[in-house]
C-alpha cells in the first residue's frame, strides 16, 4: 500500500488567483474525481499549474486519498481563505526529480499571500515540519524539534 504524507495548509489565495481556485474546486465537485488533473487545469485554463498539473497524484493535493476519512477542503472565494487537510501517497514519479508534494511546496509563494500556515507529516515521523510563509519564502519554524524527530531515523 505504501507510505503517505499527511499535510495542512491554512492561508489566503492571492487575490489574483482566488476565481481559478473557486473553478478548480468546483470542477471536481462536479466532475468524477478520477478525471486527470491535467484536464481539470486545461478545462479551466489555469496556467500556474502548468507543470505541477502532470503529477501522477497532482489532484490528490486538494482531497486527499480516498483511504483516508478527515480530508478537507474549504474554500472562501470572497476572502481566499483555503483550509486544505488531507493525505497523499507522495513519491516522485518515474523520471521526475520532485513528488507531489515538494512540487506543490515550489507553487505555495506564488498562490498565497504571506502569513500562510503549512505541515506536512511523513507517515512514519512524529513531529510534523510546519512552515510559515514569510516574504514570500515558505521558512521552517520548528527546524530543532524536526531534526530531533528525524535523529536515527533508520533505527527505530
Known sequence: MGMYTYFVIKGSVKEQYRQKIKQLIDYYDNHDYD?????????????????????????????????????????????GKWHIECDIKNYPEDGKEKNSMDM???????????????????E???????????NGELVLTNAKEV??????????
Not at 108 to 117: A, C, N, T
Not at 124 to 134: K, T
Not at 147 to 156: A, I, S, T
Open 147 to 156: 531534526l530531533e524527530d528525524r535523529k536515527g531515523f533508520m533505527y527505530r
Open 35 to 79: 478525471i486527470p488533473f491535467e484536464r481539470a487545469v486545461d478545462d479551466i485554463g489555469f496556467d500556474l499549474f502548468k507543470d505541477f498539473k502532470t503529477g501522477q497524484r497532482s489532484s490528490m493535493i486538494f482531497y486527499g486519498s480516498v483511504d483516508f476519512d478527515e480530508n478537507v477542503c474549504e474554500y472562501n472565494e470572497t476572502t
Open 104 to 122: 506543490f511546496k515550489d507553487l505555495i509563494p506564488e498562490l498565497f499571500e504571506d502569513g500562510l500556515f503549512f505541515s506536512e507529516l511523513y
Open 124 to 134: 512514519e515521523f512524529y513531529v510534523p515540519s510546519e512552515y510559515e510563509l514569510r
